[in-house]
């Protein structure tokens, strides 16, 4: 079983960067489709961006295009890096795991069970 520690939040000004990492331990990141998500204040927790079979990457629309996911398979290490941050990104940020398995001839990824404990990303306007 995977478990995650995210780490890299803070404060920033609008239009400016931060990168989160999530440490994997216990398993490695190559038995499970990884990804982020995030909640803001009083809102449901929404997907940022997956990784999932083959490589296959989905974003957000509200973060195309500023938001990067990359993956560090040797350090079982995780990263998103955010650029041009808008105030409406304000959230908890959590790294999340579903464990891949195989079904009907085809590798699937199952429910994103697994989650650390978040860190926490402000922007102001």
């Known amino acids: 079983q995977v478990h995650l520690v995210e780490s890299g939040g803070g404060s920033v000004q609008a239009g400016g960067s931060l990168t989160l990492s999530c440490a994997a331990s216990?398993?490695?990141?190559?038995?499970?489709?990884v990804g982020w998500f995030r909640q803001a204040p009083g809102k449901e927790r929404e997907g940022v961006v997956r990784?999932?079979?083959?490589?296959?990457?989905t974003y957000a629309d509200a973060v195309k295009g500023r938001f990067t996911i990359s993956q560090d398979n040797t350090n079982n290490k995780l990263y998103l890096h955010m650029n041009s941050l808008k105030p409406e990104d304000t959230a908890m940020y959590y790294c999340v795991a579903a464990q891949k398995y195989y079904t009907y001839g085809l590798w699937r990824c199952g429910a994103y069970n697994y989650g650390g404990q978040g860190t926490q990303v402000t922007v102001s306007s």
């Open positions: 990784i999932e079979i083959g490589g296959t990457t």
């Open positions: 216990g398993d490695t990141y190559s038995s499970y489709c």
